[in-house]
């Protein structure tokens, strides 16, 4: 790469999660200069975590770098507190660490992860989430309604005037892949299959845990039935059980307020995964938007860098 | 053991299940005389299963042998048919398949399974737990409620006039085994814990699934959260997650009419496990029975042999 094109370089924009690692140099304006990662995640690495960003950008100019996502853990670089919900971007900029790498004159800064807590389930817990919804509110200040963030540990956030209100993790994600690699439903279902939510087993799997409200535990043996007396394809079956899953998690979210009816619905992350839960609302009669996860990630992370003086103001 | 105290022998009783293979001899009046179990599984072994069961009992009299369990399946000796549900224990008894060992003398019969068909969920199937409600209505036979019977794959089986109305398949141990070892939440819960159900811990897990009807997918990540942000005890806390796990599936069952309110109750399993699902039951409010699991899977294979003529009549 060459030097020249990145003289305007004005931040490196880090998303360092507990599997990933992933750098973008941007200029003052926002615009993508340069992109690294690598998988050097924070569950990957034992400490050295400045030697391991370094070695990741050492083609970069030296400029600021501000990071979000388990770089603020306990296992993280530095331990930032979490925000308490509700919390407003403005608060989670305010909260958001600076301090000085080791040569003593370049700046970086970690954005605080947000915390609820609730006496009916203890509380919730996010790191890294916060700075996607930061991009939804960035593009939206006027959203009112519900951003959903597809993964392995789902989180649904209930945002209203700028505020992180309520927000619910999942373990959709881990869960779908212990049931169906590594508990006896595995012997019913395929390995792998294509594109799980354009099969008809993945429609079934939703209108029974979201539609019929079959509780999920309750569904979870009809896997196995399906192949044992029905014959079912592994291959549909495998996207019936996708379907139990993530219908089961819709289910969760309405009981328990983060769905509300008639609220606004933003599905946050990769396209694939992002479209399934955009069919499984749909199966249940819900629209919703799917602005692209990466994106809004960036936008909150330029949020918050022009709040604490990272990038110049004015630019967005 | 002596021969001599062998001489009264009329039937090898044999429950056959995927992982444990038990036999009991018995007299014409249906007292123990010998008992023999090995690990040699159905899904322990490929095929050889005469040879199997003959050397696990070769001290024995060569009298008939009436088994159940996963013995009647594909992977069995030989596939028995299942009895449709409703199915009354005459039913089961005339669907039991009787051969001949290779010897071409001694007599053996395998015990059916029951199949439930309903659209809401496919259906279910059970093996070798038919032979346990046989023992429940041959103890009781006016009985009527609901037996549980807690597992890697927990059975809940609504009973009315001596015949298996409906049931219904949780995979509550398995789901316990696959969080508390496999899944993130391994890393805030201890490996193991003494008796779970007296932990504080495991009488919030149920009130929150099973008393405030907290979905079980909402309340999983509050494992977590228990750990981070209050410093739950890990012992304590695997507690927590079993009583979520239990709490759940008692839930999932009274959603789906398997527990109705008033019902009986009887709890059939080994005592440990029983008596933490008569906590469980205890914390809502619900009184229940816990007759001895392997004493009503013996009185279910003799009721079933006097039926089918490998006993006298009269004896029970």
Partial sequence: MAAGTLTNAALIAVDWGTSRLRARLVDGNGAILAEAASDEGIGAISGGHEQVIERLTADWPAVPMLMAGMVGSRQGWREVAYVPCPATIAEISRATVPFTMSDGQRKAAIVPGVMLRDPKRDGDVMRGEETQ??????????FDGTAILPGTHSKWVRIENGTILDFQSYLTGELFQLLSRQSFL???VAENAGELAAAPGFALGVERTAGDDLPFLAALFSVRVRYL???AD???NLAYLSGLVIGGEIAAARAGGQLRPGAAIRVVGAQSLAQAYMKALALIGLAADAPDGDQLALAGLLHIAHAIGFLPKGHA
Same sequence: chains 1, 2.
Wanted: glycine share 6%.
């Fill in 133 to 142: 919804i930061a991009g939804v509110i960035e593009r939206e200040p006027a």
């Fill in 186 to 188: 595995r012997h019913s």
């Fill in 229 to 231: 007396l029905d014959n």
């Fill in 234 to 236: 592994k291959s549909d």
